[in-house]
């Protein structure tokens, strides 16, 4: 578990407190990590099918890539904040563990107030407000941690770290052509023989993977910025801007530019 925590990686993408109501209500699963408070009012979410009440006092999260549903209703407040958490600088924290889902607090002012401020400091760029933003992303991620090493941790690690030199190369040159042969090289492995290596670990072709995350990158541009289409096109390796709206949609059901009007509906 050490290990796991020395490479943890955060990177907080948003936080704000809304007022939910009957617009509250969406379908999606997204390549980011939420953490939920509620300060007032009652709401309802189906996490991976999971039906969970949201309750004032209590602080909940839902995974990355996890399926959410959210179900509009009557007005409730909550703070929240969408974050990347990653081991090994590539793989998602919660690949790995399994969180609880909802945390009743002892103690729910001491965590509004450690939220306020990082909505506050979430707002800025430098580099005290980052390291302030990391530490208490890292604080509220401990409610969920389990304090037992979970049961097949170890194997697990072990495939993954197999494959983290090919996994941060990835990662570093989304913006280029990547061929199999560069990524079996990395990995020190005939071609052949790593594409089915990979495959099984990751449930994915190596080609499929890097779709996969060329895909998520430019979700998060566009959930995050205002960047022009074209831009997110070229910066995560798509030299055709119809190719990537394209592929988008073939993987997420929306174009590019439905996906951020949906997005920047749900943060509103």
């Known amino acids: 578990m050490e290990n796991l925590l020395d490479t943890l990686k955060i990177d907080v993408h948003i936080a704000k407190h809304s007022i939910c109501g009957k617009w509250w209500n969406f379908d999606s699963n997204d390549p980011f990590t939420r953490i939920y408070y509620i300060d007032s009012g009652e709401g309802l979410m189906f996490v991976n099918k999971k039906k969970i009440r949201l309750l004032a006092g209590h602080l909940y999260i839902v995974p990355a890539y996890s399926r959410l549903k959210t179900i509009g209703g009557k007005d409730f407040g909550q703070y929240w904040?969408?974050?990347?958490?990653?081991?090994?600088?590539?793989?998602?924290?919660?690949?790995?563990?399994?969180?609880?889902?909802?945390?009743?607090?002892?103690?729910?002012?001491?965590?509004?107030?450690?939220?306020?401020?990082l909505l506050f400091v979430s707002k800025n760029k430098d580099l005290k407000s980052r390291f302030e933003a990391d530490a208490i992303v890292r604080y509220l991620l401990s409610f969920f941690i389990p304090k037992a090493v979970p049961d097949g941790y170890g194997k697990k690690i072990e495939k993954l770290v197999k494959f983290t030199d090919v996994l941060k190369y990835i990662e570093e040159n989304l913006m280029n052509q990547i061929s199999v042969e560069e990524l079996s090289s990395k990995a020190g492995l005939n071609p052949v023989y790593f594409s089915n290596s990979f495959s099984k670990t990751f449930g994915l072709s190596p080609v499929k993977y890097?779709?996969?995350?060329?895909?998520?990158?430019?979700?998060?541009?566009?959930?995050?910025?205002?960047?022009?289409?074209?831009?997110?096109?070229?910066e995560t390796g798509f030299a055709d801007p119809f190719y990537f709206s394209k592929l988008f949609k073939k993987y997420t059901g929306n174009s590019p530019s439905e996906y951020r009007k949906k997005v920047r509906y749900e943060i509103s």
Do not use: Y
């Open 81 to 117: 904040v969408h974050f990347s958490a990653k081991i090994f600088s590539t793989i998602e924290l919660f690949k790995i563990l399994s969180p609880v889902l909802d945390v009743k607090l002892k103690s729910p002012g001491e965590v509004e107030k450690i939220f306020k401020r």
């Open 210 to 234: 890097v779709n996969s995350q060329r895909i998520e990158k430019a979700k998060i541009s566009l959930a995050a910025s205002d960047k022009r289409l074209d831009e997110i096109a070229d």
